[in-house]
């Protein structure tokens, strides 16, 4: 794959609403006060336990995260149903995750100074789809303009650089020669904001990469891809059991209605964020320094980290660069961001990279469930 493609631009699209962790602990305490008093006499009984409150300081102090951005508040912060109120769309309409993946492809497209003309495949991958089919990423596609083709691909967290990957092997082949790789990321739909453990964690957006055969001429700086790797390693420390078999195996309506709506469902979001700690920061550090082995890289100049906790990524970058990274070295936006699953990295990217000389090599680098994780080393040319 060495240089023979490039990462012409990237684009962003960042919702309209933002939950900062006051408002949200705010939201899940009011919650937790009306769960307890709903189950006094069991708790008086000892049949169940109390619910604990949820506090900003911890919150801040165990990931770093401060505030998200959302796609829709007033539902999270109701106390009364705490998830997102996302209306249904009819067929007619654009759905919401290509409504924000065109936004965030118009970006990127703008950026390299190309056109929907000069794009030949769109792929969508991202942690959660809409729907089973047709594939977000032909409706993207359609209202785009793109000719060609496209397919949606779901890895997770992982999402991104598995997705960039894919795209790269195909320009690579010449099965296309331009492909937009884009990442619409509503995580707030999947989580359950009654778990204490985990309410404060993901945030909403959308990010795009376009990807171009490197002999394509260009008057702007880009990105040589000079390796992309990815692993997988099963585990069920972070799973979703939400599908199509879910409704098949229940009972009646009612009781699927109980089962998703309840304060510890499987069918959102759930993981042992503990051990899921632990077991990925020596995977993706050992990852990272095997690649640049690899491809003899050895000086790294930034670090564009899957933005899932502030804590894993200095370990990760400490442990490859040998010393505590700055600012500059390993840019944070999940303070301003949360954890946005695949998207994560990619706003890294998108938003501290122009500082960056030519050739300076930088790092796109993802984990999660799966487990899943993908390392793609970065070279800024001059133009
Ligand atoms: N408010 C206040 N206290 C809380 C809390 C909350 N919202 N949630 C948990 N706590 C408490 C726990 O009850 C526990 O109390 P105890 O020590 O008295 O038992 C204590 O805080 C520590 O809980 P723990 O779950 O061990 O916290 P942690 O330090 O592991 O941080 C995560 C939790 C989720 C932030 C952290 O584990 C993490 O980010 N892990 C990686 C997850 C990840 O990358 N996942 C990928 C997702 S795509």
Redesign the pocket.
């Known amino acids: 794959m060495r240089s023979s493609v490039v990462l012409a631009a990237t684009g962003l699209f960042t919702p309209p609403h933002a939950i900062s962790n006051d408002e949200l602990v705010g939201a899940y305490n009011a919650w937790v006060g009306r769960w307890n008093d709903q189950h006094a006499s069991q708790i008086a009984a000892g049949e169940v336990e109390a619910k604990?409150p949820?506090?900003s300081e911890?919150?801040e102090k165990?990931?770093g995260i401060r505030s998200r951005f959302v796609m829709d508040r007033s539902g999270i912060l109701d106390v009364t149903r705490m998830a997102p109120r996302l209306p249904r769309r009819g067929n007619d309409e654009l759905s919401i995750l290509a409504e924000m993946s065109v936004v965030a492809c118009e970006d990127a497209l703008a950026r390299a100074g190309r056109t929907a003309a000069d794009v030949d495949a769109v792929i969508v991958a991202c942690s959660n789809l809409q729907r089973a089919y047709p594939a977000i990423a032909v409706e993207v596609q359609h209202a785009l303009g793109v000719r060609g083709f496209g397919f949606d691909m779901n890895v997770?967290?992982s999402s991104a650089t598995f997705g960039l990957r894919a795209a790269a092997d195909m320009i690579t082949a010449g099965s296309a020669r331009a492909i937009l790789v884009v990442n619409p990321e509503i995580c707030s739909a999947h989580l359950n904001f009654k778990d204490?453990?985990?309410?404060?964690?993901f945030g909403d957006v959308a990010t795009a990469m376009l990807l171009e055969h490197a002999d394509i001429p260009r008057e702007k700086p880009v990105f040589e891809i000079l390796g992309a790797r990815l692993e997988t390693s099963f585990s069920n420390n972070?799973r979703n059991n939400l599908g199509f078999l879910n409704r098949a195996e229940s009972a009646d309506d009612a009781e699927l209605l109980a089962r998703m709506t309840a304060p510890d469902t499987d069918l959102l979001f759930v993981?042992e964020?503990?051990k899921?700690?632990k077991d990925?920061i020596p995977m993706v550090s050992r990852m990272i320094v095997a690649h640049m082995d690899e491809l003899r890289i050895e000086k790294l100049d930034r670090m564009w980290l899957h933005q899932?906790?502030l804590n894993?990524n200095r370990l990760i970058a400490t442990k490859v660069l040998g010393h505590e990274p700055s600012a500059e070295e390993a840019p944070v936006v999940l303070d301003r961001f949360a954890?946005t699953?695949s998207a994560g990295s990619v706003i890294a990217l998108h938003l501290h990279h122009e500082d960056l000389a030519p050739g300076a090599i930088g790092l796109l680098c993802s984990f999660?469930?799966g487990y899943s994780a993908g390392t793609v080393f970065l070279r800024r040319t001059a133009s």
């Open positions: 604990q949820s506090s911890f919150i165990a990931s997770a967290c204490r453990d985990c309410h404060f964690i972070i993981q964020g503990r899921v700690f990925i899932a906790n894993m954890n699953s999660g469930a």
